[in-house]
């Protein structure tokens, strides 16, 4: 069995080495064959396995047709159901992927068993198709066969052959192969010489397309036909022969530019010197071609100067160049129709000076600060489409004369530009540039008065790409526009030389700029309209060719810090690296917890604050700077809110303090104000007994007018009272025999016989008994027979006048509350009756009046019985 094992393996390994022949015999027990081994791509294929009784893997085995199946690199070649015949075939059946389902018959001599498979469309470029049994699993590899598919060569394209001149000399072919075959493919150069009976054969290793022809092979000056032949399995192709002389498609070495000087008296000339390399110095005649640039140019001249049959080490002249300029010059050559060699290396030269011709455009500027005889100008200039330096420009004047002459030379200057002062009459100035050979035609420049005449409207600046710009605007219909001026100049350098203009005629409004313009840098770019006497204001607008993100964000700075506010500014960022027009800056900051805001700043301020934060809590920011190509973070900083602000303590104790003074403040306006009703409240206007004047009086001056008690019916007490005047109206003042008295005691009208016997006092109406007692309250004594609170209504009393002056507890004699005239305060339910002190009556009474008893003065009572004791 292990025989059996070996063998089989023996047969796999053979099967995939010995993949050119049709049939592989493994051993004596299995065999593997196809109708070819190579076929056209998309070809059918037929295989077949046989399988002999005596295979150890079939021997004594229960089989079956079905226990044979084929593989196609790896991939089962699936084989569809069928039924045996009474022959012992299996009919055939297409399936899905294209191939013919397995074709199973027995060997005729029924001693062993044969399968075969048919694939209609062979289309792997190579494959193994293998046989094997189902005896275990896995199958087991009984025989395989390797096919491969392809298709026949096509005739070589493009031959081309390159003569290589430097030793050791060859004729070096190459072609194209065309269409890939996927087999082998042989490939062979054959060469003829036409002038010699010579042929040569050249068999090259598979898959190289090129050969090197020795020198032995070939004659410089001879034509050789040459071609290639490609054969492989499936057939052969010849490529279309060529003809050629080896000289002709030979390529020089680059040639040697030697020197190169000015013609004499030859301007816009230049006399080259060449040579070849030694190993070609032998080549006498050469087709030669020169190519220049200026000293300040990059590019070279697009359009190379041939020079045909040039014989050889003769100079050349190359003509029409600019005068005065300096010319960097290479060469190349060829033989007639043959390759350019590459070029030489660079030399040299400056053609011959002259006066530099043409005229130069320029533009002024009139400072706005001029004084009282004189301007300021500022002019700028650069050379016209027609304007020839013819040398190297030494030196360009500024002249008011049109000969630049020393005596009126403004200035003189190798810039572009010139800053001078003219007087106010002057109308125009002469620019001019002189080299070594001569000066230039003047220039005559306009000089316009400072004026304020309309600008254009509407400018815009748009990209046209990475450097140039499209600048816009809205022409003015006037017949006294005459062009306009486009300005620009870079923001984030200040030399006026860097400072361009370019005229535009009146006609147009739009221009392209591409002089000096850079990407992601920013440019100032002004539009001036010209007028016939003037030049009006201009129109400035800030543009980019192109944007990008800022390269640098601005660093957040606290500046102020409360409870609940945060106070943040930054520095602008420097024009060089904004990279773009700044649109927005934008704060996020968020909390501990993550809430996240985000506050967007105004550009001009570059401030922000940050509102409605927490006491004591941290929070976490970063700025985000935008411009119209993107946007750039910042680094993060943290800020922390304070418990309780300087200025939130400053106002609460402010607050409390003008609130408190306020109180104190209204609280002492309202005690003055009600000064006089408090004072009655806490202390009211008593007389005062021990200061009064009745202590002083005497017997006779007190019982003057009393009766005598003998005289009285009984003896009895006897009751005085005084009425005290609190008020004295100073209205009653009255015209009596040419003089003004102020009498309250005189209105007899309405006191009875009271006013009777006080105005019979001689202080009545005495201007200096008013004036003395000023500060008292005279006083009427009234004689009662009884106490007041007995007597019956109907008792008449007495009244005296008495001379008794009793002075107030306080100086201040205005008493609102007391009665505006002499009369007591109503008791005993008698309001709105007068109540006066007279003589009481029997009869009562009268008018309504009621008489006041002793009871109603008990200090007057009081007193008046001590003086009645003194006398007894």
């Known amino acids: 069995m292990a025989s059996a094992w070996i063998t089989m393996f023996?047969?796999?390994l053979l099967a995939f080495v010995n993949g050119t022949k049709d049939e592989v015999h493994t051993s004596p027990s299995v065999r593997v064959h196809t109708s070819t081994p190579v076929v056209?791509?998309?070809s059918p294929v037929t295989a077949s396995c046989i399988i002999r009784d005596d295979c150890p893997l079939i021997k004594g085995a229960v089989w079956h047709l079905n226990h044979i199946v084929w593989h196609l690199n790896q991939r089962l070649i699936p084989s569809s159901p069928a039924a045996a015949n009474e022959s012992g075939r299996t009919s055939a059946a297409a399936n899905e992927s294209g191939w013919i389902s397995t074709v199973l018959y027995s060997v005729a001599n029924q001693s062993g068993w044969n399968s075969t498979v048919f694939i209609p469309s062979f289309t792997d470029t190579k494959g193994y198709l293998t046989c094997c049994v189902l005896h275990t699993f896995p199958c087991q590899i009984v025989g395989a066969v390797e096919i491969r598919a392809g298709f026949p060569p096509t005739a070589p394209q493009n031959l081309s052959c390159l003569t290589n001149l430097t030793k050791p000399e060859t004729l070096s072919c190459q072609w194209d192969p065309g269409q890939d075959t996927?087999?082998?493919?042989?490939?062979?150069?054959?060469t003829e010489i036409r002038d010699l009976p010579e042929s040569n054969t050249y068999v090259l290793p598979p898959g190289v397309h090129h050969y090197k022809i020795p020198?032995?092979?070939?004659?410089?000056?001879?034509?050789?036909?040459?071609?290639?032949k490609a054969v492989n399995a499936l057939g052969q192709a010849t490529s279309t022969p060529l003809l050629l002389e080896p000289m002709e498609s030979a390529k020089f070495d680059p040639p040697k530019v030697l020197k190169v000087q000015a013609e004499p008296n030859r301007y816009g000339c230049l006399r080259l010197s060449w040579g070849l390399s030694e190993q070609q110095a032998w080549v006498t005649t050469v087709t030669l071609e020169v190519r220049l640039k200026t000293a300040n140019s990059k590019q070279w001249s697009e359009e190379p100067v041939p020079v045909q049959r040039l014989m050889r080490q003769r100079p050349m002249e190359v003509c029409r160049l600019l005068h005065g300029t300096e010319y960097h010059i290479q060469i190349r050559v060829r033989y007639q129709q043959s390759p350019w060699s590459e070029w030489s290396n660079s030399n040299t030269a400056v053609t011959l000076e002259r006066a530099p011709t043409g005229r130069l455009n320029s533009w002024m500027k009139v400072s706005r600060e001029q004084r009282h005889k004189s301007i300021s100008l500022h002019l700028f200039w650069k050379p016209s489409k027609q304007f020839r330096a013819n040398g190297k420009i030494l030196s360009y004047v500024v002249s008011r004369q049109r000969q630049p002459l020393k005596k009126g030379q403004l200035c003189i200057t190798l810039d572009s530009h010139c800053v001078f002062q003219l007087?106010?009459?002057?109308?125009?100035?002469?620019?001019?540039?002189?080299?070594?050979?001569?000066?230039?035609?003047?220039?005559?420049?306009?000089?316009?008065?400072h004026r304020a005449l309309a600008a254009v409207s509407d400018v815009n600046v748009l990209p046209h790409d990475e450097r140039s710009l499209l600048v816009q605007w809205t022409s003015i219909h006037s017949s006294s526009v005459t062009g306009y001026v486009v300005v620009w100049r870079p923001l984030w350098k200040m030399d006026p030389s860097l400072i361009l203009f370019d005229?535009?005629?009146?006609?147009?409004?739009?221009?392209?700029i591409s002089e000096s313009i850079e990407p992601y840098n920013p440019y100032e770019i002004s539009v001036y309209p010209?007028?016939?006497?003037?030049?009006?204001?201009?129109?400035?607008?800030?543009?980019?060719?192109?944007?990008?993100?800022?390269?640098?964000?601005p660093e957040l700075r606290v500046r102020e810090i409360l409870h609940s506010r945060i106070e943040l500014t930054w520095e602008e960022i420097p024009l060089c690296q904004r990279n773009g027009i700044v649109q927005s800056y934008q704060i996020f900051y968020w909390d501990e917890q993550g809430n996240t805001k985000v506050v967007t700043a105004e550009l001009e301020k570059r401030r922000v604050v940050l509102r409605e934060l927490d006491r004591s809590s941290s929070y976490k920011a970063f700025i985000m700077v935008s411009t119209g190509g993107g946007s750039l973070n910042g680094s993060e900083v943290t800020l922390k809110t304070e418990p309780m602000d300087d200025l939130a303590i400053i106002l609460i104790v402010i607050s409390s303090g003008v609130g408190l003074s306020l109180i104190i403040i209204i609280s002492v306006l309202v005690c003055f104000s009600?000064?006089?009703?408090?004072?009655?409240?806490?202390?009211?206007?008593?007389?005062?007994?021990?200061?009064?004047?009745?202590?002083?009086?005497?017997?006779?001056?007190s019982m003057q007018d009393t009766p005598p008690v003998e005289d009285m019916q009984e003896s009895s007490l006897v009751y005085l009272s005084n009425l005290s005047l609190l008020d004295l109206p100073k209205k009653g003042l009255e015209k009596r025999g040419g003089e003004i008295t102020d009498d309250p005691w005189c209105r007899c009208s309405d006191t009875s016989d009271l006013g009777e016997s006080i105005c019979g006092s001689p202080h009545a109406l005495s201007p200096s008994y008013i004036g003395s007692h000023q500060h008292s309250v005279p006083y009427a004594t009234v004689v009662f027979d009884s106490p007041y609170s007995i007597q019956p209504p109907s008792q008449s009393h007495a009244y005296l006048r008495s001379e008794s002056t009793q002075p107030l507890l306080e100086e201040d004699l205005e008493e609102p509350s007391s009665p505006k005239e002499y009369q007591n305060v109503p008791v005993h339910g008698t309001s709105g009756e007068q109540v006066s002190f007279r003589e009481c009556l029997n009869d009562g009474p009268e008018r309504g009046e009621l008489c006041i008893l002793w009871d109603d003065f008990p200090l007057l009572r009081a007193l008046a019985m001590n003086d009645v004791r003194s006398q007894t």
């Open 10 to 12: 023996a047969t796999l």
């Open 40 to 42: 056209a791509l998309g």
């Open 182 to 190: 996927h087999l082998p493919t042989q490939y062979t150069l054959y």
């Open 215 to 228: 020198r032995t092979g070939f004659v410089l000056f001879s034509e050789i036909e040459i071609y290639v």
């Open 423 to 449: 007087p106010r009459g002057a109308r125009k100035v002469f620019l001019s540039a002189g080299n070594a050979a001569g000066t230039s035609s003047p220039t005559e420049v306009e000089v316009f008065q």
């Open 503 to 512: 005229h535009i005629d009146r006609n147009q409004s739009s221009t392209l």
């Open 530 to 553: 010209k007028y016939k006497d003037g030049i009006g204001l201009p129109q400035t607008v800030e543009a980019y060719s192109r944007q990008k993100a800022p390269s640098a964000a």
């Open 674 to 701: 009600t000064h006089e009703r408090l004072k009655m409240c806490f202390w009211p206007k008593i007389p005062d007994p021990a200061n009064s004047s009745i202590k002083r009086w005497n017997t006779l001056d």
